[in-house]
């Protein structure tokens, strides 16, 4: 049935501070683009009112975009999929508006995606180059809000194993960065001074947690005394020492992670282990996810970068998944800024 008809489905996202717009034509990815918000990085931070904003000067001309690189007209679609929930909710209510309004002004389904599982089910994106996995697999989803292992049974079928207690991974990345006077978004720059420093160079003590949940407060905490008493004795300490600074860092978030991850392979006899959400685009994270093939016999799944941060190529593969089960929404669905991975 497939194979002969193309199904057409727009996915809208708009859950924190990137407007993407993407089409999606039986699992495959015909346009996926994404407007970044630069004015956030002086704030060092997202701020919401002026993501909305933003949101709103972006969504036409992105969707307008999305259509035109599928090589396709608006007329074409089968169904319009927008993110509903967790983020910001502002930001949420701009996509949500828009979703709903056209799928009236074309008359064709409407279906709500919950951004988690969205992180999750691009993996299952029609690409030759990522492999889907096969059920059940384990999944790391690390974000900016996010710190979870969730086991995936379906596609919607999924379970909490463990979450962050407090702050999550990408949080504790880009607050460090910020310690160090890095720029905003700063992750990807610790990463990026990781490359040339010394892991060991300072330690960093990892928090007890009980189970498979994390913490990373108490880290932050941490990393603040440690580079106040630092720069009281030398005043260039940072400047001097960035390498090594990031690089233990990173490498101390990435033991805490896959302390977990390995005592969930161990607890659930699952070797099928994914990562997702933006943080999986951190290199020391991916190779050492790879490097677990060879010493501890796991089968990994990475996606490709693009399908790494928010974007709409995620929303737009739930949503024709969600279609192929006639699992629709109708205009009173509305946004929800929290919504657990399991909700829909």
Known sequence: MIK???IYILGIESSCDDTSAAVICNGKILSNVIATQEIHAKYGGVVPELASRAHQQNIVPVIQQAIQQANIDKKDLNAIAFTRGPGLMGSLLVGSSFAKSLSLALNIPLI???HMQGHVLAHFIDDEKQQKPSFPFLCLTISGGHTQIVKISSYFKMEILGETLDDAVGEAFDKSAK?????????????KHAKMGNPNAFKFTKP???GLNFSFSGLKTAILYFIQKKTKENPNFIKENIDDICASIQYTIVEILFDKLKKSVNETKIKHVAIAGGVSANSEI???LKSYEEKLG???Y??????TTDNAGMIAIVGFLKYLEDNFSNQKTTATARLKVNEN
């Open 302 to 307: 990475i996606p490709k970068f693009e399908y």
């Open 298 to 300: 796991w089968k990994t």
């Open 179 to 191: 310690i160090l006077g890095l720029p905003y978004p700063g992750g990807p720059l610790i990463d």
């Open 112 to 114: 709500a995606v919950n």
């Open 4 to 6: 002969n008809k193309p």
């Open 286 to 288: 991916r190779t050492v």
């Open 208 to 210: 007890k947690v009980n």
